[in-house]
């Protein structure tokens, strides 16, 4: 990790972000607004993952976004490339270690509510980890017992919550559901989710959540909702259709992520 971490403090030449985005699908396009930016492919950093999914770079991009310093990490390692549930862990560790202490997680993720339709954007309020899996498994130390009833953290959701009402878009809430993927749900797994009380699904950010609040960083994450998830359409999902309506959502959430970071409403 060390090795990254130094890397990353040279390249960084005196940069110093204070919050880190992780852009998923749709928001892509962020990462070229960044101002004074120093890009940083996830090659030169020791541990960081190659990704492998169409749709998400991997590099880091530093500078300014809306008058803020921000690191923003543009792709993922998702756990259905390895099952490997901690690949983003050296990741985290590394923004951790050039004192980094807020993280925003962005995602794709299947509506479970007709009234929350692709294009719309949810603040996640909380999630149910359905994968079985957990990245802090093998972790040696009793820190591995992490309380997870504040994960998301309560002022950087309420700082989304006004640049949301501040730019005029609609930012539903709700529960994300974390399911393994890389196959997607089926209509009865969907239902059996609404029971349970899931507004959205994903294959993504529950990891990284725990790793996060593991690491002592506060994390807020939002879901770009690219479908209605399985059976409530009656039309099958694909990947292509995720990448197609990606970037409306995605727009929608650039422009409330840059209006928090205008108003310093980063907690
Ligand atoms: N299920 C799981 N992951 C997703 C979906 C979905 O319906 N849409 C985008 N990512």
């Known amino acids: 990790m060390k090795q990254a971490i130094d890397r990353l403090v040279e390249r960084l030449d005196g940069r110093a972000p204070e919050m880190a985005l992780v852009l998923g699908s749709g928001l892509g396009s962020l990462a070229g607004e960044v101002e004074n930016a120093v890009r940083i492919p996830y090659g030169e950093l020791p541990g960081f993952p190659e990704s492998g999914v169409t749709g998400h770079a991997g590099e880091v991009v530093a500078g300014r976004l809306s008058g803020t310093d921000v690191l923003v990490l543009s792709g993922r390692a998702h756990y259905y490339e390895h099952g490997n549930a901690a690949a983003m862990r050296p990741v985290l560790e590394t923004l951790a270690g050039i004192g980094i202490g807020k993280l925003l997680l962005t995602n794709a993720a299947g509506s479970l509510r007709e009234d929350m339709a692709p294009g719309s954007v949810m603040l996640i309020s909380d999630h149910i980890n359905f994968s079985g899996s957990n990245p802090l498994f093998g972790e040696p130390t009793d820190r591995r017992f992490v309380g997870m009833t504040e994960a998301y953290d309560a002022e950087l959701r309420a700082?989304?919550?006004?640049?949301?009402?501040?730019?005029?878009?609609?930012?539903?809430?709700?529960v994300y559901m974390w399911f393994s993927g890389p196959s997607f749900e089926t209509p009865a797994e969907i239902r059996m989710a609404r029971v349970l009380g899931a507004d959205a699904v994903g294959m993504s950010t529950v990891p990284e959540v725990i790793l996060a609040r593991f690491l002592g960083l506060r994390v807020a994450a939002c879901s770009v909702i690219t479908n209605l998830a399985a059976g409530m359409t009656g039309q099958e999902l694909s990947h292509d259709e995720t990448k197609e309506v990606a970037p409306l959502g995605g727009r929608r959430l650039a422009a409330i992520l840059k209006a928090m970071l205008a108003e310093g409403r980063t907690g």
């Open 159 to 174: 700082g989304l919550k006004r640049a949301a009402v501040a730019t005029g878009i609609d930012l539903h809430e709700g």
